[in-house]
């Protein structure tokens, strides 16, 4: 009954930016990790940023300095804050907790980066 409701994707020129919003239902989430991973057609999911529940963080080397994930435990909701997008972003963004258990993927949001 755990529910992730993705949303913020969009169109947005090489250089610009975008938040996407993930929020939580059906689970404690202040008690659990939060991840975000993005899947690139034809390619495999991969995971793009951490947040543990005390709020340390990891990033993937590709996003590291451009990308910031935050929490908000009174929302229930989890942030992926995007700058200086690139092409190669571009992907469908998915939130999960940490790590995800098999078959709990959502509807993602796309985000299309293109001049």
């Known amino acids: 009954q755990v529910q992730l409701v993705e949303s913020g994707g969009g169109l947005v020129q090489p250089g610009g930016s975008l938040r996407l919003s993930c929020a939580a239902s059906?689970?404690?989430?202040?008690?659990?990790?939060m991840d975000w991973y993005r899947q690139a057609p034809g390619k495999q999911r991969e995971l793009v940023a951490r947040?543990?529940?005390?709020?340390?963080?990891n990033y993937a080397d590709s996003v590291k300095g451009r990308f910031t994930i935050s929490r908000d435990n009174a929302k229930n909701t989890v942030y992926l804050q995007m700058n200086s997008l690139k092409p190669e972003d571009t992907a469908v963004y998915y939130c999960?907790?940490?790590?995800?258990?098999?078959?709990?993927w959502g509807q993602g949001t796309q985000v299309t980066v293109s001049s």
């Open positions: 947040i543990t529940i005390n709020g340390n963080t």
């Open positions: 059906g689970m404690i989430f202040r008690l659990n990790g």
């Open positions: 999960n907790r940490s790590p995800p258990p098999p078959g709990s």
